[in-house]
């Protein structure tokens, strides 16, 4: 008999956890997730996927006008919100399938309900007990809104993906990857926005030029960007066209608008869990603290993921749980590569970017030189949009690896893609010289810069 029901209870069912599950149950573990919501988690159900979803429905309407200078003619347009939400809904229910067969097909168990641990070997759902060997945690994170008077009034990203129909003016707060992102697909489908955000310049963490750029670019569309930009207060008042929200700013000003929405940072899920009965230690911000095999302070409980609140990125929670799955079940030395973890924003233009910044290159290097190119792509001479890509390599001089490369412009997610794996191999620049470019494209221009840009002038 074996001493415990299972090997491996996983908490949560998203992008790690799933990961970790059924490929722990595929090298013969008894394996058994529990799962309170939806199967796939944030990126699956409000995250990643709907959100690109999203994105393309955006992009239609500058691509019917956009097409004008290519000779066509496109009649009368109309978008219709219910339609879009409507076959979201069926895309994503169809993934949560997947996701179920995935893991059960591996024979994993699927548990429903809130897991609650009751000792480092226990875990309670509802009424009933499980134990296990070992336990995972990946129970991700959770949109935090600050506590402004009126909070009670404004949706996040996981309300924005179930909206019953598309307000005219909508007001978004924060300044990172949702906020910039849902402020490109609100502006898309027709509402007029006002993207608020409390410093100078947004995309904090970003390469200096990609903040500017990007800014330029959503400006030039028509997305109203208030920088240094604070919210007071949110009131909400009912009138026969539905609810109206006043948003009052710190300098004085208000706004009016159909929908406010919060895009102000995610919060690890631990709260209500059992940590403490089972002596799992949190940080600060309430994050799991793991070590570098993703053990928590209790050695048979492990964690993985956003509930960890490291690089809170799919395809890293995706890689710590074939990782940890290896680690446990089938040792193979493999680990996970967090070094020059590439992302994209999927605003409007796009944003990728892999390594370092210009001001961390300088920090950690010294000497180092820049390649920036600005340059309307090709499609848009015949368009007419006026868009301006950006594209910008990092060389350590020392070395001449190139050691970061961003870009602002069309496709910079899938083009950014292939880039991360010559910065993986340590590409030096002249091997990004040597390379021959494909004509015509916007990412030949990375094989093709050759000029510095001046070195800013020493302080002082
Ligand atoms: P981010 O951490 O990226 O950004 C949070 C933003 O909210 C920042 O601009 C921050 O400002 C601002 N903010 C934080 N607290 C307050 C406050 N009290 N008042 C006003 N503004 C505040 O969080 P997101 O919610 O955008 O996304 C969460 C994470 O999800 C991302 O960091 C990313 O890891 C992941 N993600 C990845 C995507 C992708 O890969 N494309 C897409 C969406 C999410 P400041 O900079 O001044 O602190």
Redesign the pocket.
């Known amino acids: 008999m074996p001493k415990f029901d299972y090997d491996l209870i996983t908490l949560g069912a998203g992008s790690a956890g799933v990961r970790a599950s059924r490929v722990a149950a595929r090298y013969g573990a008894r394996v058994a997730v529990v799962e309170e919501r939806y199967l796939g988690g ?1 990126c699956v159900n409000v ?2 996927v709907p ?1 690109k979803l999203f994105v393309y429905a955006a992009h239609f309407g500058e691509d019917f006008d956009d097409a004008a200078g290519f000779g066509w003619t496109v009649g009368g347009r109309d978008f219709a919100w219910p339609r879009l939400i409507e076959n979201k809904n069926a895309e994503i229910a169809r993934l949560n399938g997947v996701y179920r067969d995935l893991l059960e097909g591996a024979g994993a168990r699927i548990i429903e309900g809130r897991a609650r641990l009751l000792d480092a070997h226990t875990v309670a759902v509802g009424e009933d007990t499980y134990t296990a060997e070992r336990i995972l945690v990946a129970t991700g ?1 959770w ?6 008077p009126g909070r009670e009034h404004v949706i ?2 996981n309300e924005a993906f179930f909206l019953e129909s598309l307000p005219g003016t909508i007001v978004i ?9 849902f402020a490109g697909i609100f502006h898309g489908l027709g509402a007029r926005v006002i993207q ?4 100078p310049l ?4 970003f390469d200096d030029d990609v903040r500017q750029a990007l800014a330029r670019e959503m400006g030039k569309r028509g997305i109203d960007l208030r920088f240094d930009s ?2 007071e207060s949110i009131e909400r008042r009912d009138t026969g066209d539905g609810p109206r929200f006043t948003v009052t700013l710190a300098d004085g000003g208000a706004i009016e608008a159909g929908l406010v929405m ?5 919060r690890p899920i631990t709260k209500g869990l059992g940590l403490e009965d089972a002596g799992v230690a949190v940080n600060e911000k309430g994050a799991i603290v793991v070590d570098e095999e993703w053990r928590t302070s209790v050695p048979n409980i492990h964690a993985i993921g ?1 509930v960890t609140d490291r ?4 395809p890293v929670a995706v890689a710590e749980g074939q990782a940890l799955a290896d680690l446990l079940f089938n040792p193979s030395g493999r680990s996970v590569g967090y070094d020059g973890v590439p ?4 605003s409007q233009p796009p944003v990728g970017t892999v390594g370092l910044t210009e001001a961390e290159a300088r920090a950690r290097y010294g000497a180092v030189d820049v390649y920036r190119s600005t340059f309307r792509p090709l499609k848009h001479t015949l368009s007419g949009r006026d868009e301006q890509a950006m594209m910008k390599l990092i060389v350590d001089s020392r070395s001449d690896r190139v050691v970061g490369v961003h870009m602002v412009g069309p496709d910079a ?1 899938e083009i950014i893609q292939g880039i991360a794996v010559a910065l993986k191999c340590g590409a030096t620049k002249a091997q990004f010289d040597a390379t021959i470019g494909i004509h015509p494209t916007t990412a030949e221009e990375f094989v093709l810069m050759r000029e510095k840009a001046p070195r800013p002038a020493p302080a002082g």
């Open positions: 944030t995250g990643c959100k994170g949109p935090a809104v600050p506590d402004v996040t990203s707060v924060g300044g990172g990857y949702i906020a910039v992102e608020l955000y409390r410093g947004f995309l904090r963490g604070s919210v919060y895009a102000t940072g995610r956003d690089i809170n990125l799919t992302s994209a924003v999927f997610g």
